[in-house]
Every structure is written in C-alpha cells, then in structure tokens.
C-alpha cells in the first residue's frame, strides 16, 4: 500500500441508486490510478418506533440487513465490471447502524478520499445536491470527489482536469492534488483564475489592463512551484473577470475532472463550503473534487 494510505483508502459511499454505481466505478478507478484499498461504506439510519416515543432498535431489524446486504452486493458487481483487465484493489466493505451523515464524516477521518454520487435514493430533480453529500461536502476531514456521471457519458478520459485557483488555503491545497490527478492520468491541467468578482465597470483612477497583467502575474506564481514538481503536465491558463462559478462549469465542458478549495477569497476557518464551490459541486456534469 502506497503514499501512507489511512485504512479505507477511497472510500465510497454506497446506496444502490444509479448515482452510487456511478460512484463505485468513478471510486474504482481512483483507486487503481493510486494502488490504494477501496472500501464500499453502506449507512443504514435506526429504525425508530413508536412507542416509547422516540426509542431506536438497539441493533438492525432483519429486513434492514437483508436490504443492506444487497446494496454492499450490487456495489461489487459494480466495482468489479469497472476493474476490466486491471488487477482489482483491495477491496473492504462496511455496514454502519447510524445517523448517514456523522458516520460518514466520522469515517473521513480515515480515509484518503470520499467518493458519493451527486443524488441518492430519493432525491429530486438537479436543483439541489443530494442531502447526504451535501453534507459529506461541508464537514468531511478528507477531499469529497462528487460523481455526476449517472446522468449521462462519461467524460472522456483524455480530457484535461480544471482547477480553479484564487489563492485561498484551499486553493493551494486544491492545487496540489489537481497536479496530482493530472498527472496519474497524463493529461493537461487547465488553470482558471477569476481576478475580480465584480464585472469590469469604469471606475475613476483604476487601470483594468493593469489589474489583469498582476492577475496573470499571480496565476503564474501560485502555479510554478507545482509546475517544477510535475513537468509532465501541460498547464493552461485561463483568466477571466467576473461569476467564477459560471466560469468554471464552461470550463468543466471540455474537462475529466473539476477541482476546488471548499472556501473562496474571504472564506474562514469553520466557514461553510463556499458559493463557487457549492455551485460548481452541484451543477457540473463531470466529478467535482472538494478540496477542505
């Protein structure tokens, strides 16, 4: 095992909607390109019943097992058709009896990466991420990669990764493993740096044209250090003014991959998970990884 792995490596959050699967396949492959265990996590919520009022079944009623068995099943026929020719990982599978979202944060304590599909079992629509990961995307201790890819192709694997900067903690942070990811996957990266989040209106005394050259500037800095690191991958620069979100999902079109810090500029420790970032994570096509 590799690169001081924790003991779930990757870990997937499994439900046996289309979303999961999703998750389990996109989950599978990460942890091939890192030669890391994968572990396929079900959270099954206690059974309350009605009286006494409020009082939970101490262990999981029959059905729950049955249902649970199944779900952790599919999951590895899943995981299984992804592996194609490779030799699989190291595969570990767990079923907690508890409140969905604390286990899971619990459980990204140890774990390299949290994997969850965008929409579990009874989401509705696109409109909002599901409630699971959301949550796993505001508290979660590890990087959440979130899966779109149920909803239609998958991207295609020679696509560059995006990686939004604005020179946050997070963003470095995000920066480090979008080389990283770029380069386990030998494709270019495409940089995008939103030099002001205001659109470009005169005002009285301020050069534009110099603000943009400083912007570029900084880009370039912020990006040096990594690039040296890892000549292997081709850097893209993209600098635009105004709605980073907007920017970034156009960017995320042609793109494998979506990497962001969970706060932007003026984001502080504690705070929730940033507007662009929780834009990004909900509306883009492709897998989103949140970088905390």
């Given at each position: 095992m590799t690169q001081g792995a924790k003991k779930y490596g990757v870990l997937v959050c499994v439900d046996g909607s289309a979303a999961s699967d999703a998750a389990v396949a996109w989950g599978t492959r990460e942890a091939l390109l890192r030669d890391l265990p994968i572990t396929l996590v079900h959270a099954v919520p206690p059974v309350v019943v009605g009286w006494p009022v409020g009082q939970l079944y101490a262990d999981m009623p029959e059905w729950q097992q049955d249902s649970a068995k199944h779900v952790i099943d599919q999951a590895r026929k899943t995981l299984n058709a992804s592996v194609g020719s490779s030799a699989p990982p190291e595969i570990h599978t767990e079923t907690v009896y508890s409140a969905i979202v604390p286990a899971l944060v619990e459980a990204s304590n140890d774990a390299r990466m949290i994997v969850a599909g965008s929409q579990g079992l009874g989401a509705v629509g696109r409109l909002l991420l599901g409630s699971v990961t959301a949550g796993l995307v505001h508290y979660a201790h590890c990087p959440v990669a979130?899966?779109?890819?149920?909803?239609?192709?998958?991207?295609?694997?020679?696509?560059?990764?995006?990686l939004g900067v604005?020179?946050?903690?997070?963003?470095?942070?995000?920066?480090?493993?979008?080389?990283?990811?770029?380069?386990?996957?030998?494709?270019?990266?495409?940089?995008?740096?939103?030099?002001?989040?205001?659109?470009?209106?005169?005002?009285?005394?301020m050069d534009w044209h110099d603000r943009e050259i400083q912007a570029a500037e900084t880009l370039a800095e912020r990006l040096a250090g990594w690039q040296d690191r890892y000549p292997d991958v081709r850097i893209e620069r993209k600098l635009f003014c105004d709605k980073p979100s907007e920017w970034l999902l156009k960017e995320s079109e042609r793109a494998q991959l979506v990497v962001v810090g969970s706060r932007g500029r003026g984001g502080f420790p504690g705070m929730l998970l940033g507007s662009v970032s929780s834009a990004v994570a909900q509306s883009a096509r492709v897998p989103v990884l949140v970088v905390r």
């Open positions: 979130v899966i779109h890819s149920a909803e239609g192709a998958a991207p295609d694997p020679g696509a560059p990764v995006v604005d020179g946050s903690p997070a963003s470095e942070d995000a920066t480090a493993l979008a080389f990283d990811e770029a380069s386990r996957r030998g494709v270019g990266l495409v940089a995008v740096h939103v030099w002001s989040d205001v659109g470009v209106f005169p005002i009285l005394g």
